[in-house]
């Protein structure tokens, strides 16, 4: 099999060296005649060269590549992508010929881009999750679109992905660009998932006083259990690292943190479809928060500092509490993977969509199989349900910010008790005569229920 990659920066040039490995023959390509030499000179010594082939223009790899082609990109998301897709075009691809994007690109492009080429090539799009590490050895692949081009190539892409008790962790999840959708609502819960674990953290070291060392060790305890994750397991890590005078490395890293903007655009998307995720929203502005004093509104958000106070944690409700907590960031993701579907009409298999994320990516977790399960887990949760209460507000009494933490028990706490937006509706009728509608069903103003003598002005 012979497939062609355009892009050989640091996730390309793993993906590469990790396909030939798996047997296949790659022509690849990169604007820059360095990453070339690069790839070459690490497949050398890895005993790959002979599958390898560095070409030095588009239209020399579409010359050497078999029909019908496969040609892969990754190149930075936005313009770079259709300025390499009409390059392929002038190069001689043609309607057979498919072009998986398999960059952060936004799903809304590669929908787009699907009309766009229909007349040219088949299009389709790749989240690939796991970063370099995951790309050289084994990452998660959310693919999407192309029904013909696909089954030419997936064989050889089950091979490159991660893979769980014997179940490769690349699938098709649906149709159009859903692929891109669910690798950036991967990312959403990532988001989530790192600033809960930032919270538990701060809340131990700031509202407890425990000792990094003794953080770390907490979070081995938990990783022996159900709670098991990739992202759980580098937080302890990083807690254990010093730097050459016995300095906490997490103590000397400045607190402002970077984004790429899958987080932000889970976010948005997730409001334009009116689907409720404020874990993963939270998640987005706690980092928006940390850079305050680079925004033109810095004076206007900054107040003087104020000293934490002390609480009392009972350690095994904190493990409950971030189990639950945990798992509702993945449901919220899938519901809004699932209203994004249905709204989109993708066909977007949840299950397949679970599956390549148990290996590989930086959200994989051994309690993804009760995530699997469904609501009727989490319903079943009655002592993690009280511990989430009690821990949030434990953590509230300290003083300290829990962005996630707070909304996800508003989520919880808005789809399981009684609501209050009953009197909202009401004040936007009153102000706004938008109407309201009885518990009988039927649709009114408040005037039609009683007499209003005067309206407050």
């Given amino acids: 099999m012979q497939v062609a990659l355009v892009g050989l920066g640091v996730m390309g040039k793993n993906l590469a060296l990790n396909l030939i490995e798996k047997g296949l023959n790659l022509v690849a390509y990169d604007k820059n005649p360095d990453a070339g030499e690069d790839l070459l000179s690490l497949a050398k010594k890895e005993g790959f060269a002979e599958r390898l082939h560095i070409v030095s223009d588009l239209s020399d790899m579409v010359r050497r590549l078999e029909t019908p082609r496969s040609i892969l990109l990754l190149v930075p998301a936005g313009e770079l992508v259709d300025k390499v897709c009409s390059e392929l075009i002038e190069a001689g691809v043609d309607i057979n010929d498919i072009i998986v994007d398999c960059g952060n690109s936004n799903y809304k492009d590669g929908i787009a881009r699907k009309l766009k080429y229909q007349n040219k090539f088949e299009f389709a799009t790749m989240g690939i999750s796991g970063g370099a590490e995951g790309a050289r050895h084994g990452p998660a692949m959310m693919a999407s679109g192309s029904e013909g081009g696909w089954e030419r190539i997936i064989p050889f892409f089950e091979k490159v992905a991660a893979s769980h008790n014997g179940e490769s962790c690349f699938a098709r999840v649906g149709q159009s660009a859903s692929g891109h959708f669910v690798k950036m609502v991967h990312n959403g819960i990532e988001y989530a998932l790192m600033q809960l674990i930032a919270e538990v953290y701060h809340l131990l070291r700031l509202g407890c006083g425990k000792s990094n060392d003794e953080i770390a060790a907490l979070f081995d305890t938990w990783s022996e259990g159900e709670l098991n994750s990739y992202l759980l397991s580098i937080s302890s890590h990083i807690l254990k690292l010093n730097s050459s005078d016995n300095t906490p490395i997490v103590d000397l890293i400045d607190n402002k943190v970077g984004a790429k903007g899958t987080g932000l655009w889970t976010a948005q998307n997730a409001l334009e479809l009116g689907i ?97 399960e469904g609501n009727g887990f989490i319903d079943g949760l009655n002592d993690e349900v009280i511990a989430l209460r009690n821990i949030s507000a434990d953590a509230v009494r300290s003083g300290l910010a829990f962005p996630v933490l707070a909304a996800t028990q508003t989520y919880y706490a808005t789809l399981t008790t009684p609501s209050n937006g009953h009197l909202v509706q009401a004040q936007r009728d009153y102000f706004g005569e938008h109407g309201i509608k009885t518990h009988e069903g039927e649709t009114c103003h408040l005037t039609d229920l009683t007499h209003i003598y005067a309206k407050v002005r």
């Fill in 276 to 372: 409720a995720v404020p874990s993963l929203v939270a998640a987005v502005q706690a980092r928006h928060l940390t850079n305050t004093q680079d925004t033109h509104a810095a004076l206007e958000m900054t107040y003087a500092a104020k000293q934490p106070a002390k609480v009392d944690i009972d350690l095994e409700e904190l493990r409950k509490a971030f189990h639950l907590a945990s798992l509702l960031c993945y449901r919220q993701g899938l519901a809004l993977i699932k209203g994004a579907s249905r709204s989109h009409q993708w066909k977007v298999d949840l299950a397949k969509t679970l599956q390549t994320w148990r290996a590989g990516c930086i959200i994989r977790a051994d309690y993804l199989d009760q995530i699997a």
